[in-house]
């Protein structure tokens, strides 16, 4: 997997086996970076770094993930991306120098597209956040339903995407940044391997 980081692109020598350093990194990302660079892969899951706008934050750390269910009988694909962002000074809204965004988007059947629908898919993520302690959980539920036209299929389908940001729990040396992109993808996964909710109503 490619590294996962976007610096300024002077490297310095960091000490650490001569793992390149950019210059200018403050020791609390690098040590983020490091608790990336250390997370297990999750079997199944693709990882792939992607750029994180400097408008967003100082530093940050970007992962685009993918998980799908290619080999059941129906295929369920699950897909997103988690920027962990660090302000040197502190940004409105955020109540640390820290903060997570996190996009979703997820497999739904077309018998839970209902009202109860947006309230159970937010549920399951504040769920698989209590892994990590956050804070300060916002974000938005969109059900969709596309209708496809022309040489496509026909089939419709439809579908949930979540946008969702929250600051993460720190340390002294620094936010575990391996551990909010894992705790994504944890919830990626369990969006397919869960397979069909019950629904009320």
Request: glycine share 8%.
């Given at each position: 997997?490619?590294d996962?980081?976007?610096?300024?692109?002077s490297?310095?020598?960091?000490?650490?086996?001569?793992v390149?350093?950019?210059?200018?990194?403050?020791?609390?990302?690098?040590?983020?970076?490091?608790?990336?660079?250390?997370?297990?892969?999750?079997?199944?899951?693709?990882y792939?770094?992607?750029?994180?706008?400097?408008?967003?934050?100082?530093?940050?750390?970007?992962?685009?993930?993918e998980?799908?269910s290619?080999?059941?009988s129906?295929?369920?694909?699950?897909t997103?991306?988690?920027?962990v962002?660090?302000?040197?000074?502190?940004?409105?809204?955020?109540?640390?120098?820290?903060?997570?965004?996190?996009?979703?988007?997820?497999?739904?059947?077309?018998?839970e597209?209902?009202c109860?629908?947006?309230?159970?898919y937010?549920?399951?993520?504040?769920?698989?956040?209590d892994?990590?302690d956050?804070?300060?959980?916002?974000?938005?539920?969109?059900?969709?339903?596309?209708t496809?036209?022309?040489d496509?299929e026909s089939?419709?389908h439809?579908?949930?995407?979540?946008?969702?940001?929250?600051t993460p729990?720190?340390?002294p040396e620094?936010a575990?940044?391996?551990?909010?992109?894992?705790?994504?993808?944890q919830f990626?996964?369990?969006?397919?391997?869960?397979?069909?909710?019950t629904?009320?109503g």
């Amino acid at each position: 997997m490619a590294d996962i980081y976007a610096f300024p692109a002077s490297p310095s020598e960091d000490g650490r086996g001569g793992v390149p350093r950019p210059e200018g990194v403050p020791d609390v990302v690098w040590h983020a970076v490091q608790t990336v660079r250390a997370m297990p892969h999750m079997a199944g899951m693709r990882y792939r770094e992607i750029p994180v706008p400097s408008t967003l934050a100082d530093f940050g750390i970007g992962v685009e993930l993918e998980y799908d269910s290619s080999e059941a009988s129906s295929p369920r694909t699950a897909t997103g991306w988690i920027m962990v962002l660090y302000a040197a000074q502190g940004r409105r809204g955020w109540t640390s120098q820290w903060r997570c965004v996190a996009f979703a988007r997820l497999p739904l059947d077309e018998n839970e597209r209902d009202c109860l629908t947006p309230s159970m898919y937010w549920e399951d993520m504040l769920d698989a956040l209590d892994a990590v302690d956050p804070e300060g959980v916002r974000g938005t539920v969109t059900v969709t339903r596309n209708t496809s036209f022309g040489d496509m299929e026909s089939e419709p389908h439809a579908g949930c995407e979540m946008r969702v940001s929250w600051t993460p729990s720190v340390s002294p040396e620094g936010a575990d940044a391996g551990a909010q992109v894992s705790v994504w993808a944890q919830f990626l996964r369990a969006s397919v391997d869960d397979g069909e909710r019950t629904v009320i109503g």
